[in-house]
């Protein structure tokens, strides 16, 4: 399996057409997977923004204020109320914004990013990654699949790594249950999230900063013959970590 | 940057040489990253187990019993015993334990495999994967990072994914703070696990059945020029998950 990243792509602004502008830096090959980072998907989609435009409520407010009698710094509550018009739940409000997308992501300030992004103060996920990897996938001479990516943390382990937010023409998932070990023994827990893995590879090659290289390619990578599934969120009902976030409360615990 | 699963490795057990066994089947050079299935480190390291060998105590039978009144199966004591002596905390008991190692790792059951374990009934996880991966890394002939792999569940998202336990040769992570991005903004939130990152690049190419390789080599990864902390673990001050599941009681929020 060969990971690159894309050389020489250009800023991408709205409207900016994505698979052709890679198709000139690279040859794409059927069966490559090609690694899009989110924000030049957003780029293109107008999804900058700028704080200027969000009117916060009552509720933003009232946020800000909890997150600055922690923090000591002011957290602008124009930025929490695009987090909350970006958002269809708030899993926490301190000590940092956990939210829940639409379309099922749970991601930090609904992974709105405020460095990337150009003259505008924000820069919001795409409304709908999966369908903004299907057409770009559909935009492709060749016949690749596509994947959109994120970067999130996580409980229990510090940093972060690269994540999958949307994906075409690749499962999100490869099941290996019911296959037998080396031992003779039947695998106990083995649904494997492909996607998140391609993800992850992609982004160690192509860096965030000044030179940062916003797209990968991943080369004969081999799924094999397995079961599939296309479910990347979990259900709330089988996620303990949810539950007991939502039932949590920061002030309470921490004495404030 | 180039990932492949070293062809033709024979079962390891108790005593074996991991490092001349994998250079007998593959040339490792410099600069390679060596990922390698926590599970054949266990198993060079004597931590199979039986069950037999457990004295549930009256906790591992309180346990027992609450997982089996959830779940409906039995869940063996002497099972939850492992674990237990495995463990530093549990983190949780039910509706599954997710526990605290005495290296840093919070993992469902400690880790303790089930499957791929011989003809004992249990593989522990190694005692310090980063011990084992230095050691593993002095025997080899060439001068290559090794890196000890399990795979892990996460919240929010469904299925398993390439993780890090132990590791020697290169940095946990890769800090991109202070860089500029291209807009000239300067990035807000980016260290990055590129441990985590390479061990999920290699679970892409491992598989876990029947014809799993347990070991992958990651060949021209660039770590450039980035300040770097060998920081896997989150303190538990830094970890609102891991304080709001020990609040957290299963029975209370399910009625049961």
């Not at 894309?6 to 000139?24: H, Q, R, S």
């Not at 999958?164 to 070990?181: H, K, L, N, S, V």
């Not at 083995?190 to 940062?212: F, H, K, Q």
Request: aromatic share 6%; hydrophobic share 40%; with cysteine.
């Amino acid at each position: 399996m060969h990971v690159f990243a894309v050389p020489d792509l250009p800023e991408f602004t709205n409207g900016d057409a994505i698979a052709a502008t890679i198709e000139d830096s690279s040859d794409i090959r059927d069966d490559d997977v090609v690694c899009i980072a989110s924000t030049i998907v957003s780029k293109v989609e107008g999804r900058a923004a700028d704080l200027s435009s969000f009117d916060p409520s009552t509720r933003a407010d009232r946020i800000s204020q909890r997150l600055t009698s922690i923090h000591g710094d002011v957290v602008d509550p124009r930025f929490i109320q695009a987090i909350i018009e970006d958002s269809t739940e708030l899993i926490t409000e301190v000590p940092f914004i956990l939210s829940l997308t639409e379309f099922g992501h749970i991601g930090v300030n609904a992974g709105i990013d405020r460095s990337n992004t150009g003259s505008n103060d924000l820069l919001l996920l795409p409304k709908d990654p999966s369908r903004s990897a299907a057409q770009i996938r559909e935009a492709f001479s060749a016949d690749p699949a596509v994947i959109v990516t994120d970067t999130s943390g996580r409980p229990f382990r510090t940093a972060q790594r690269g994540v999958a937010i949307g994906w075409a023409g690749i499962p999100a998932t490869r099941d290996w249950r019911g296959e037998i070990d080396r031992d003779g023994h039947e695998l106990e827990v083995t649904v494997e999230s492909v996607i998140d893995e391609l993800s992850a590879a992609a982004n160690l090659v192509t860096g965030e900063g000044n030179d940062g290289f916003p797209v990968a390619v991943i080369r004969d990578f081999e799924f094999g013959e397995h079961d599939s599934t296309d479910t990347l969120y979990r259900a709330e009902s089988n996620d303990i970590v949810r539950s007991a976030l939502k039932e949590w409360n920061y002030e309470e615990e921490n004495g404030e």
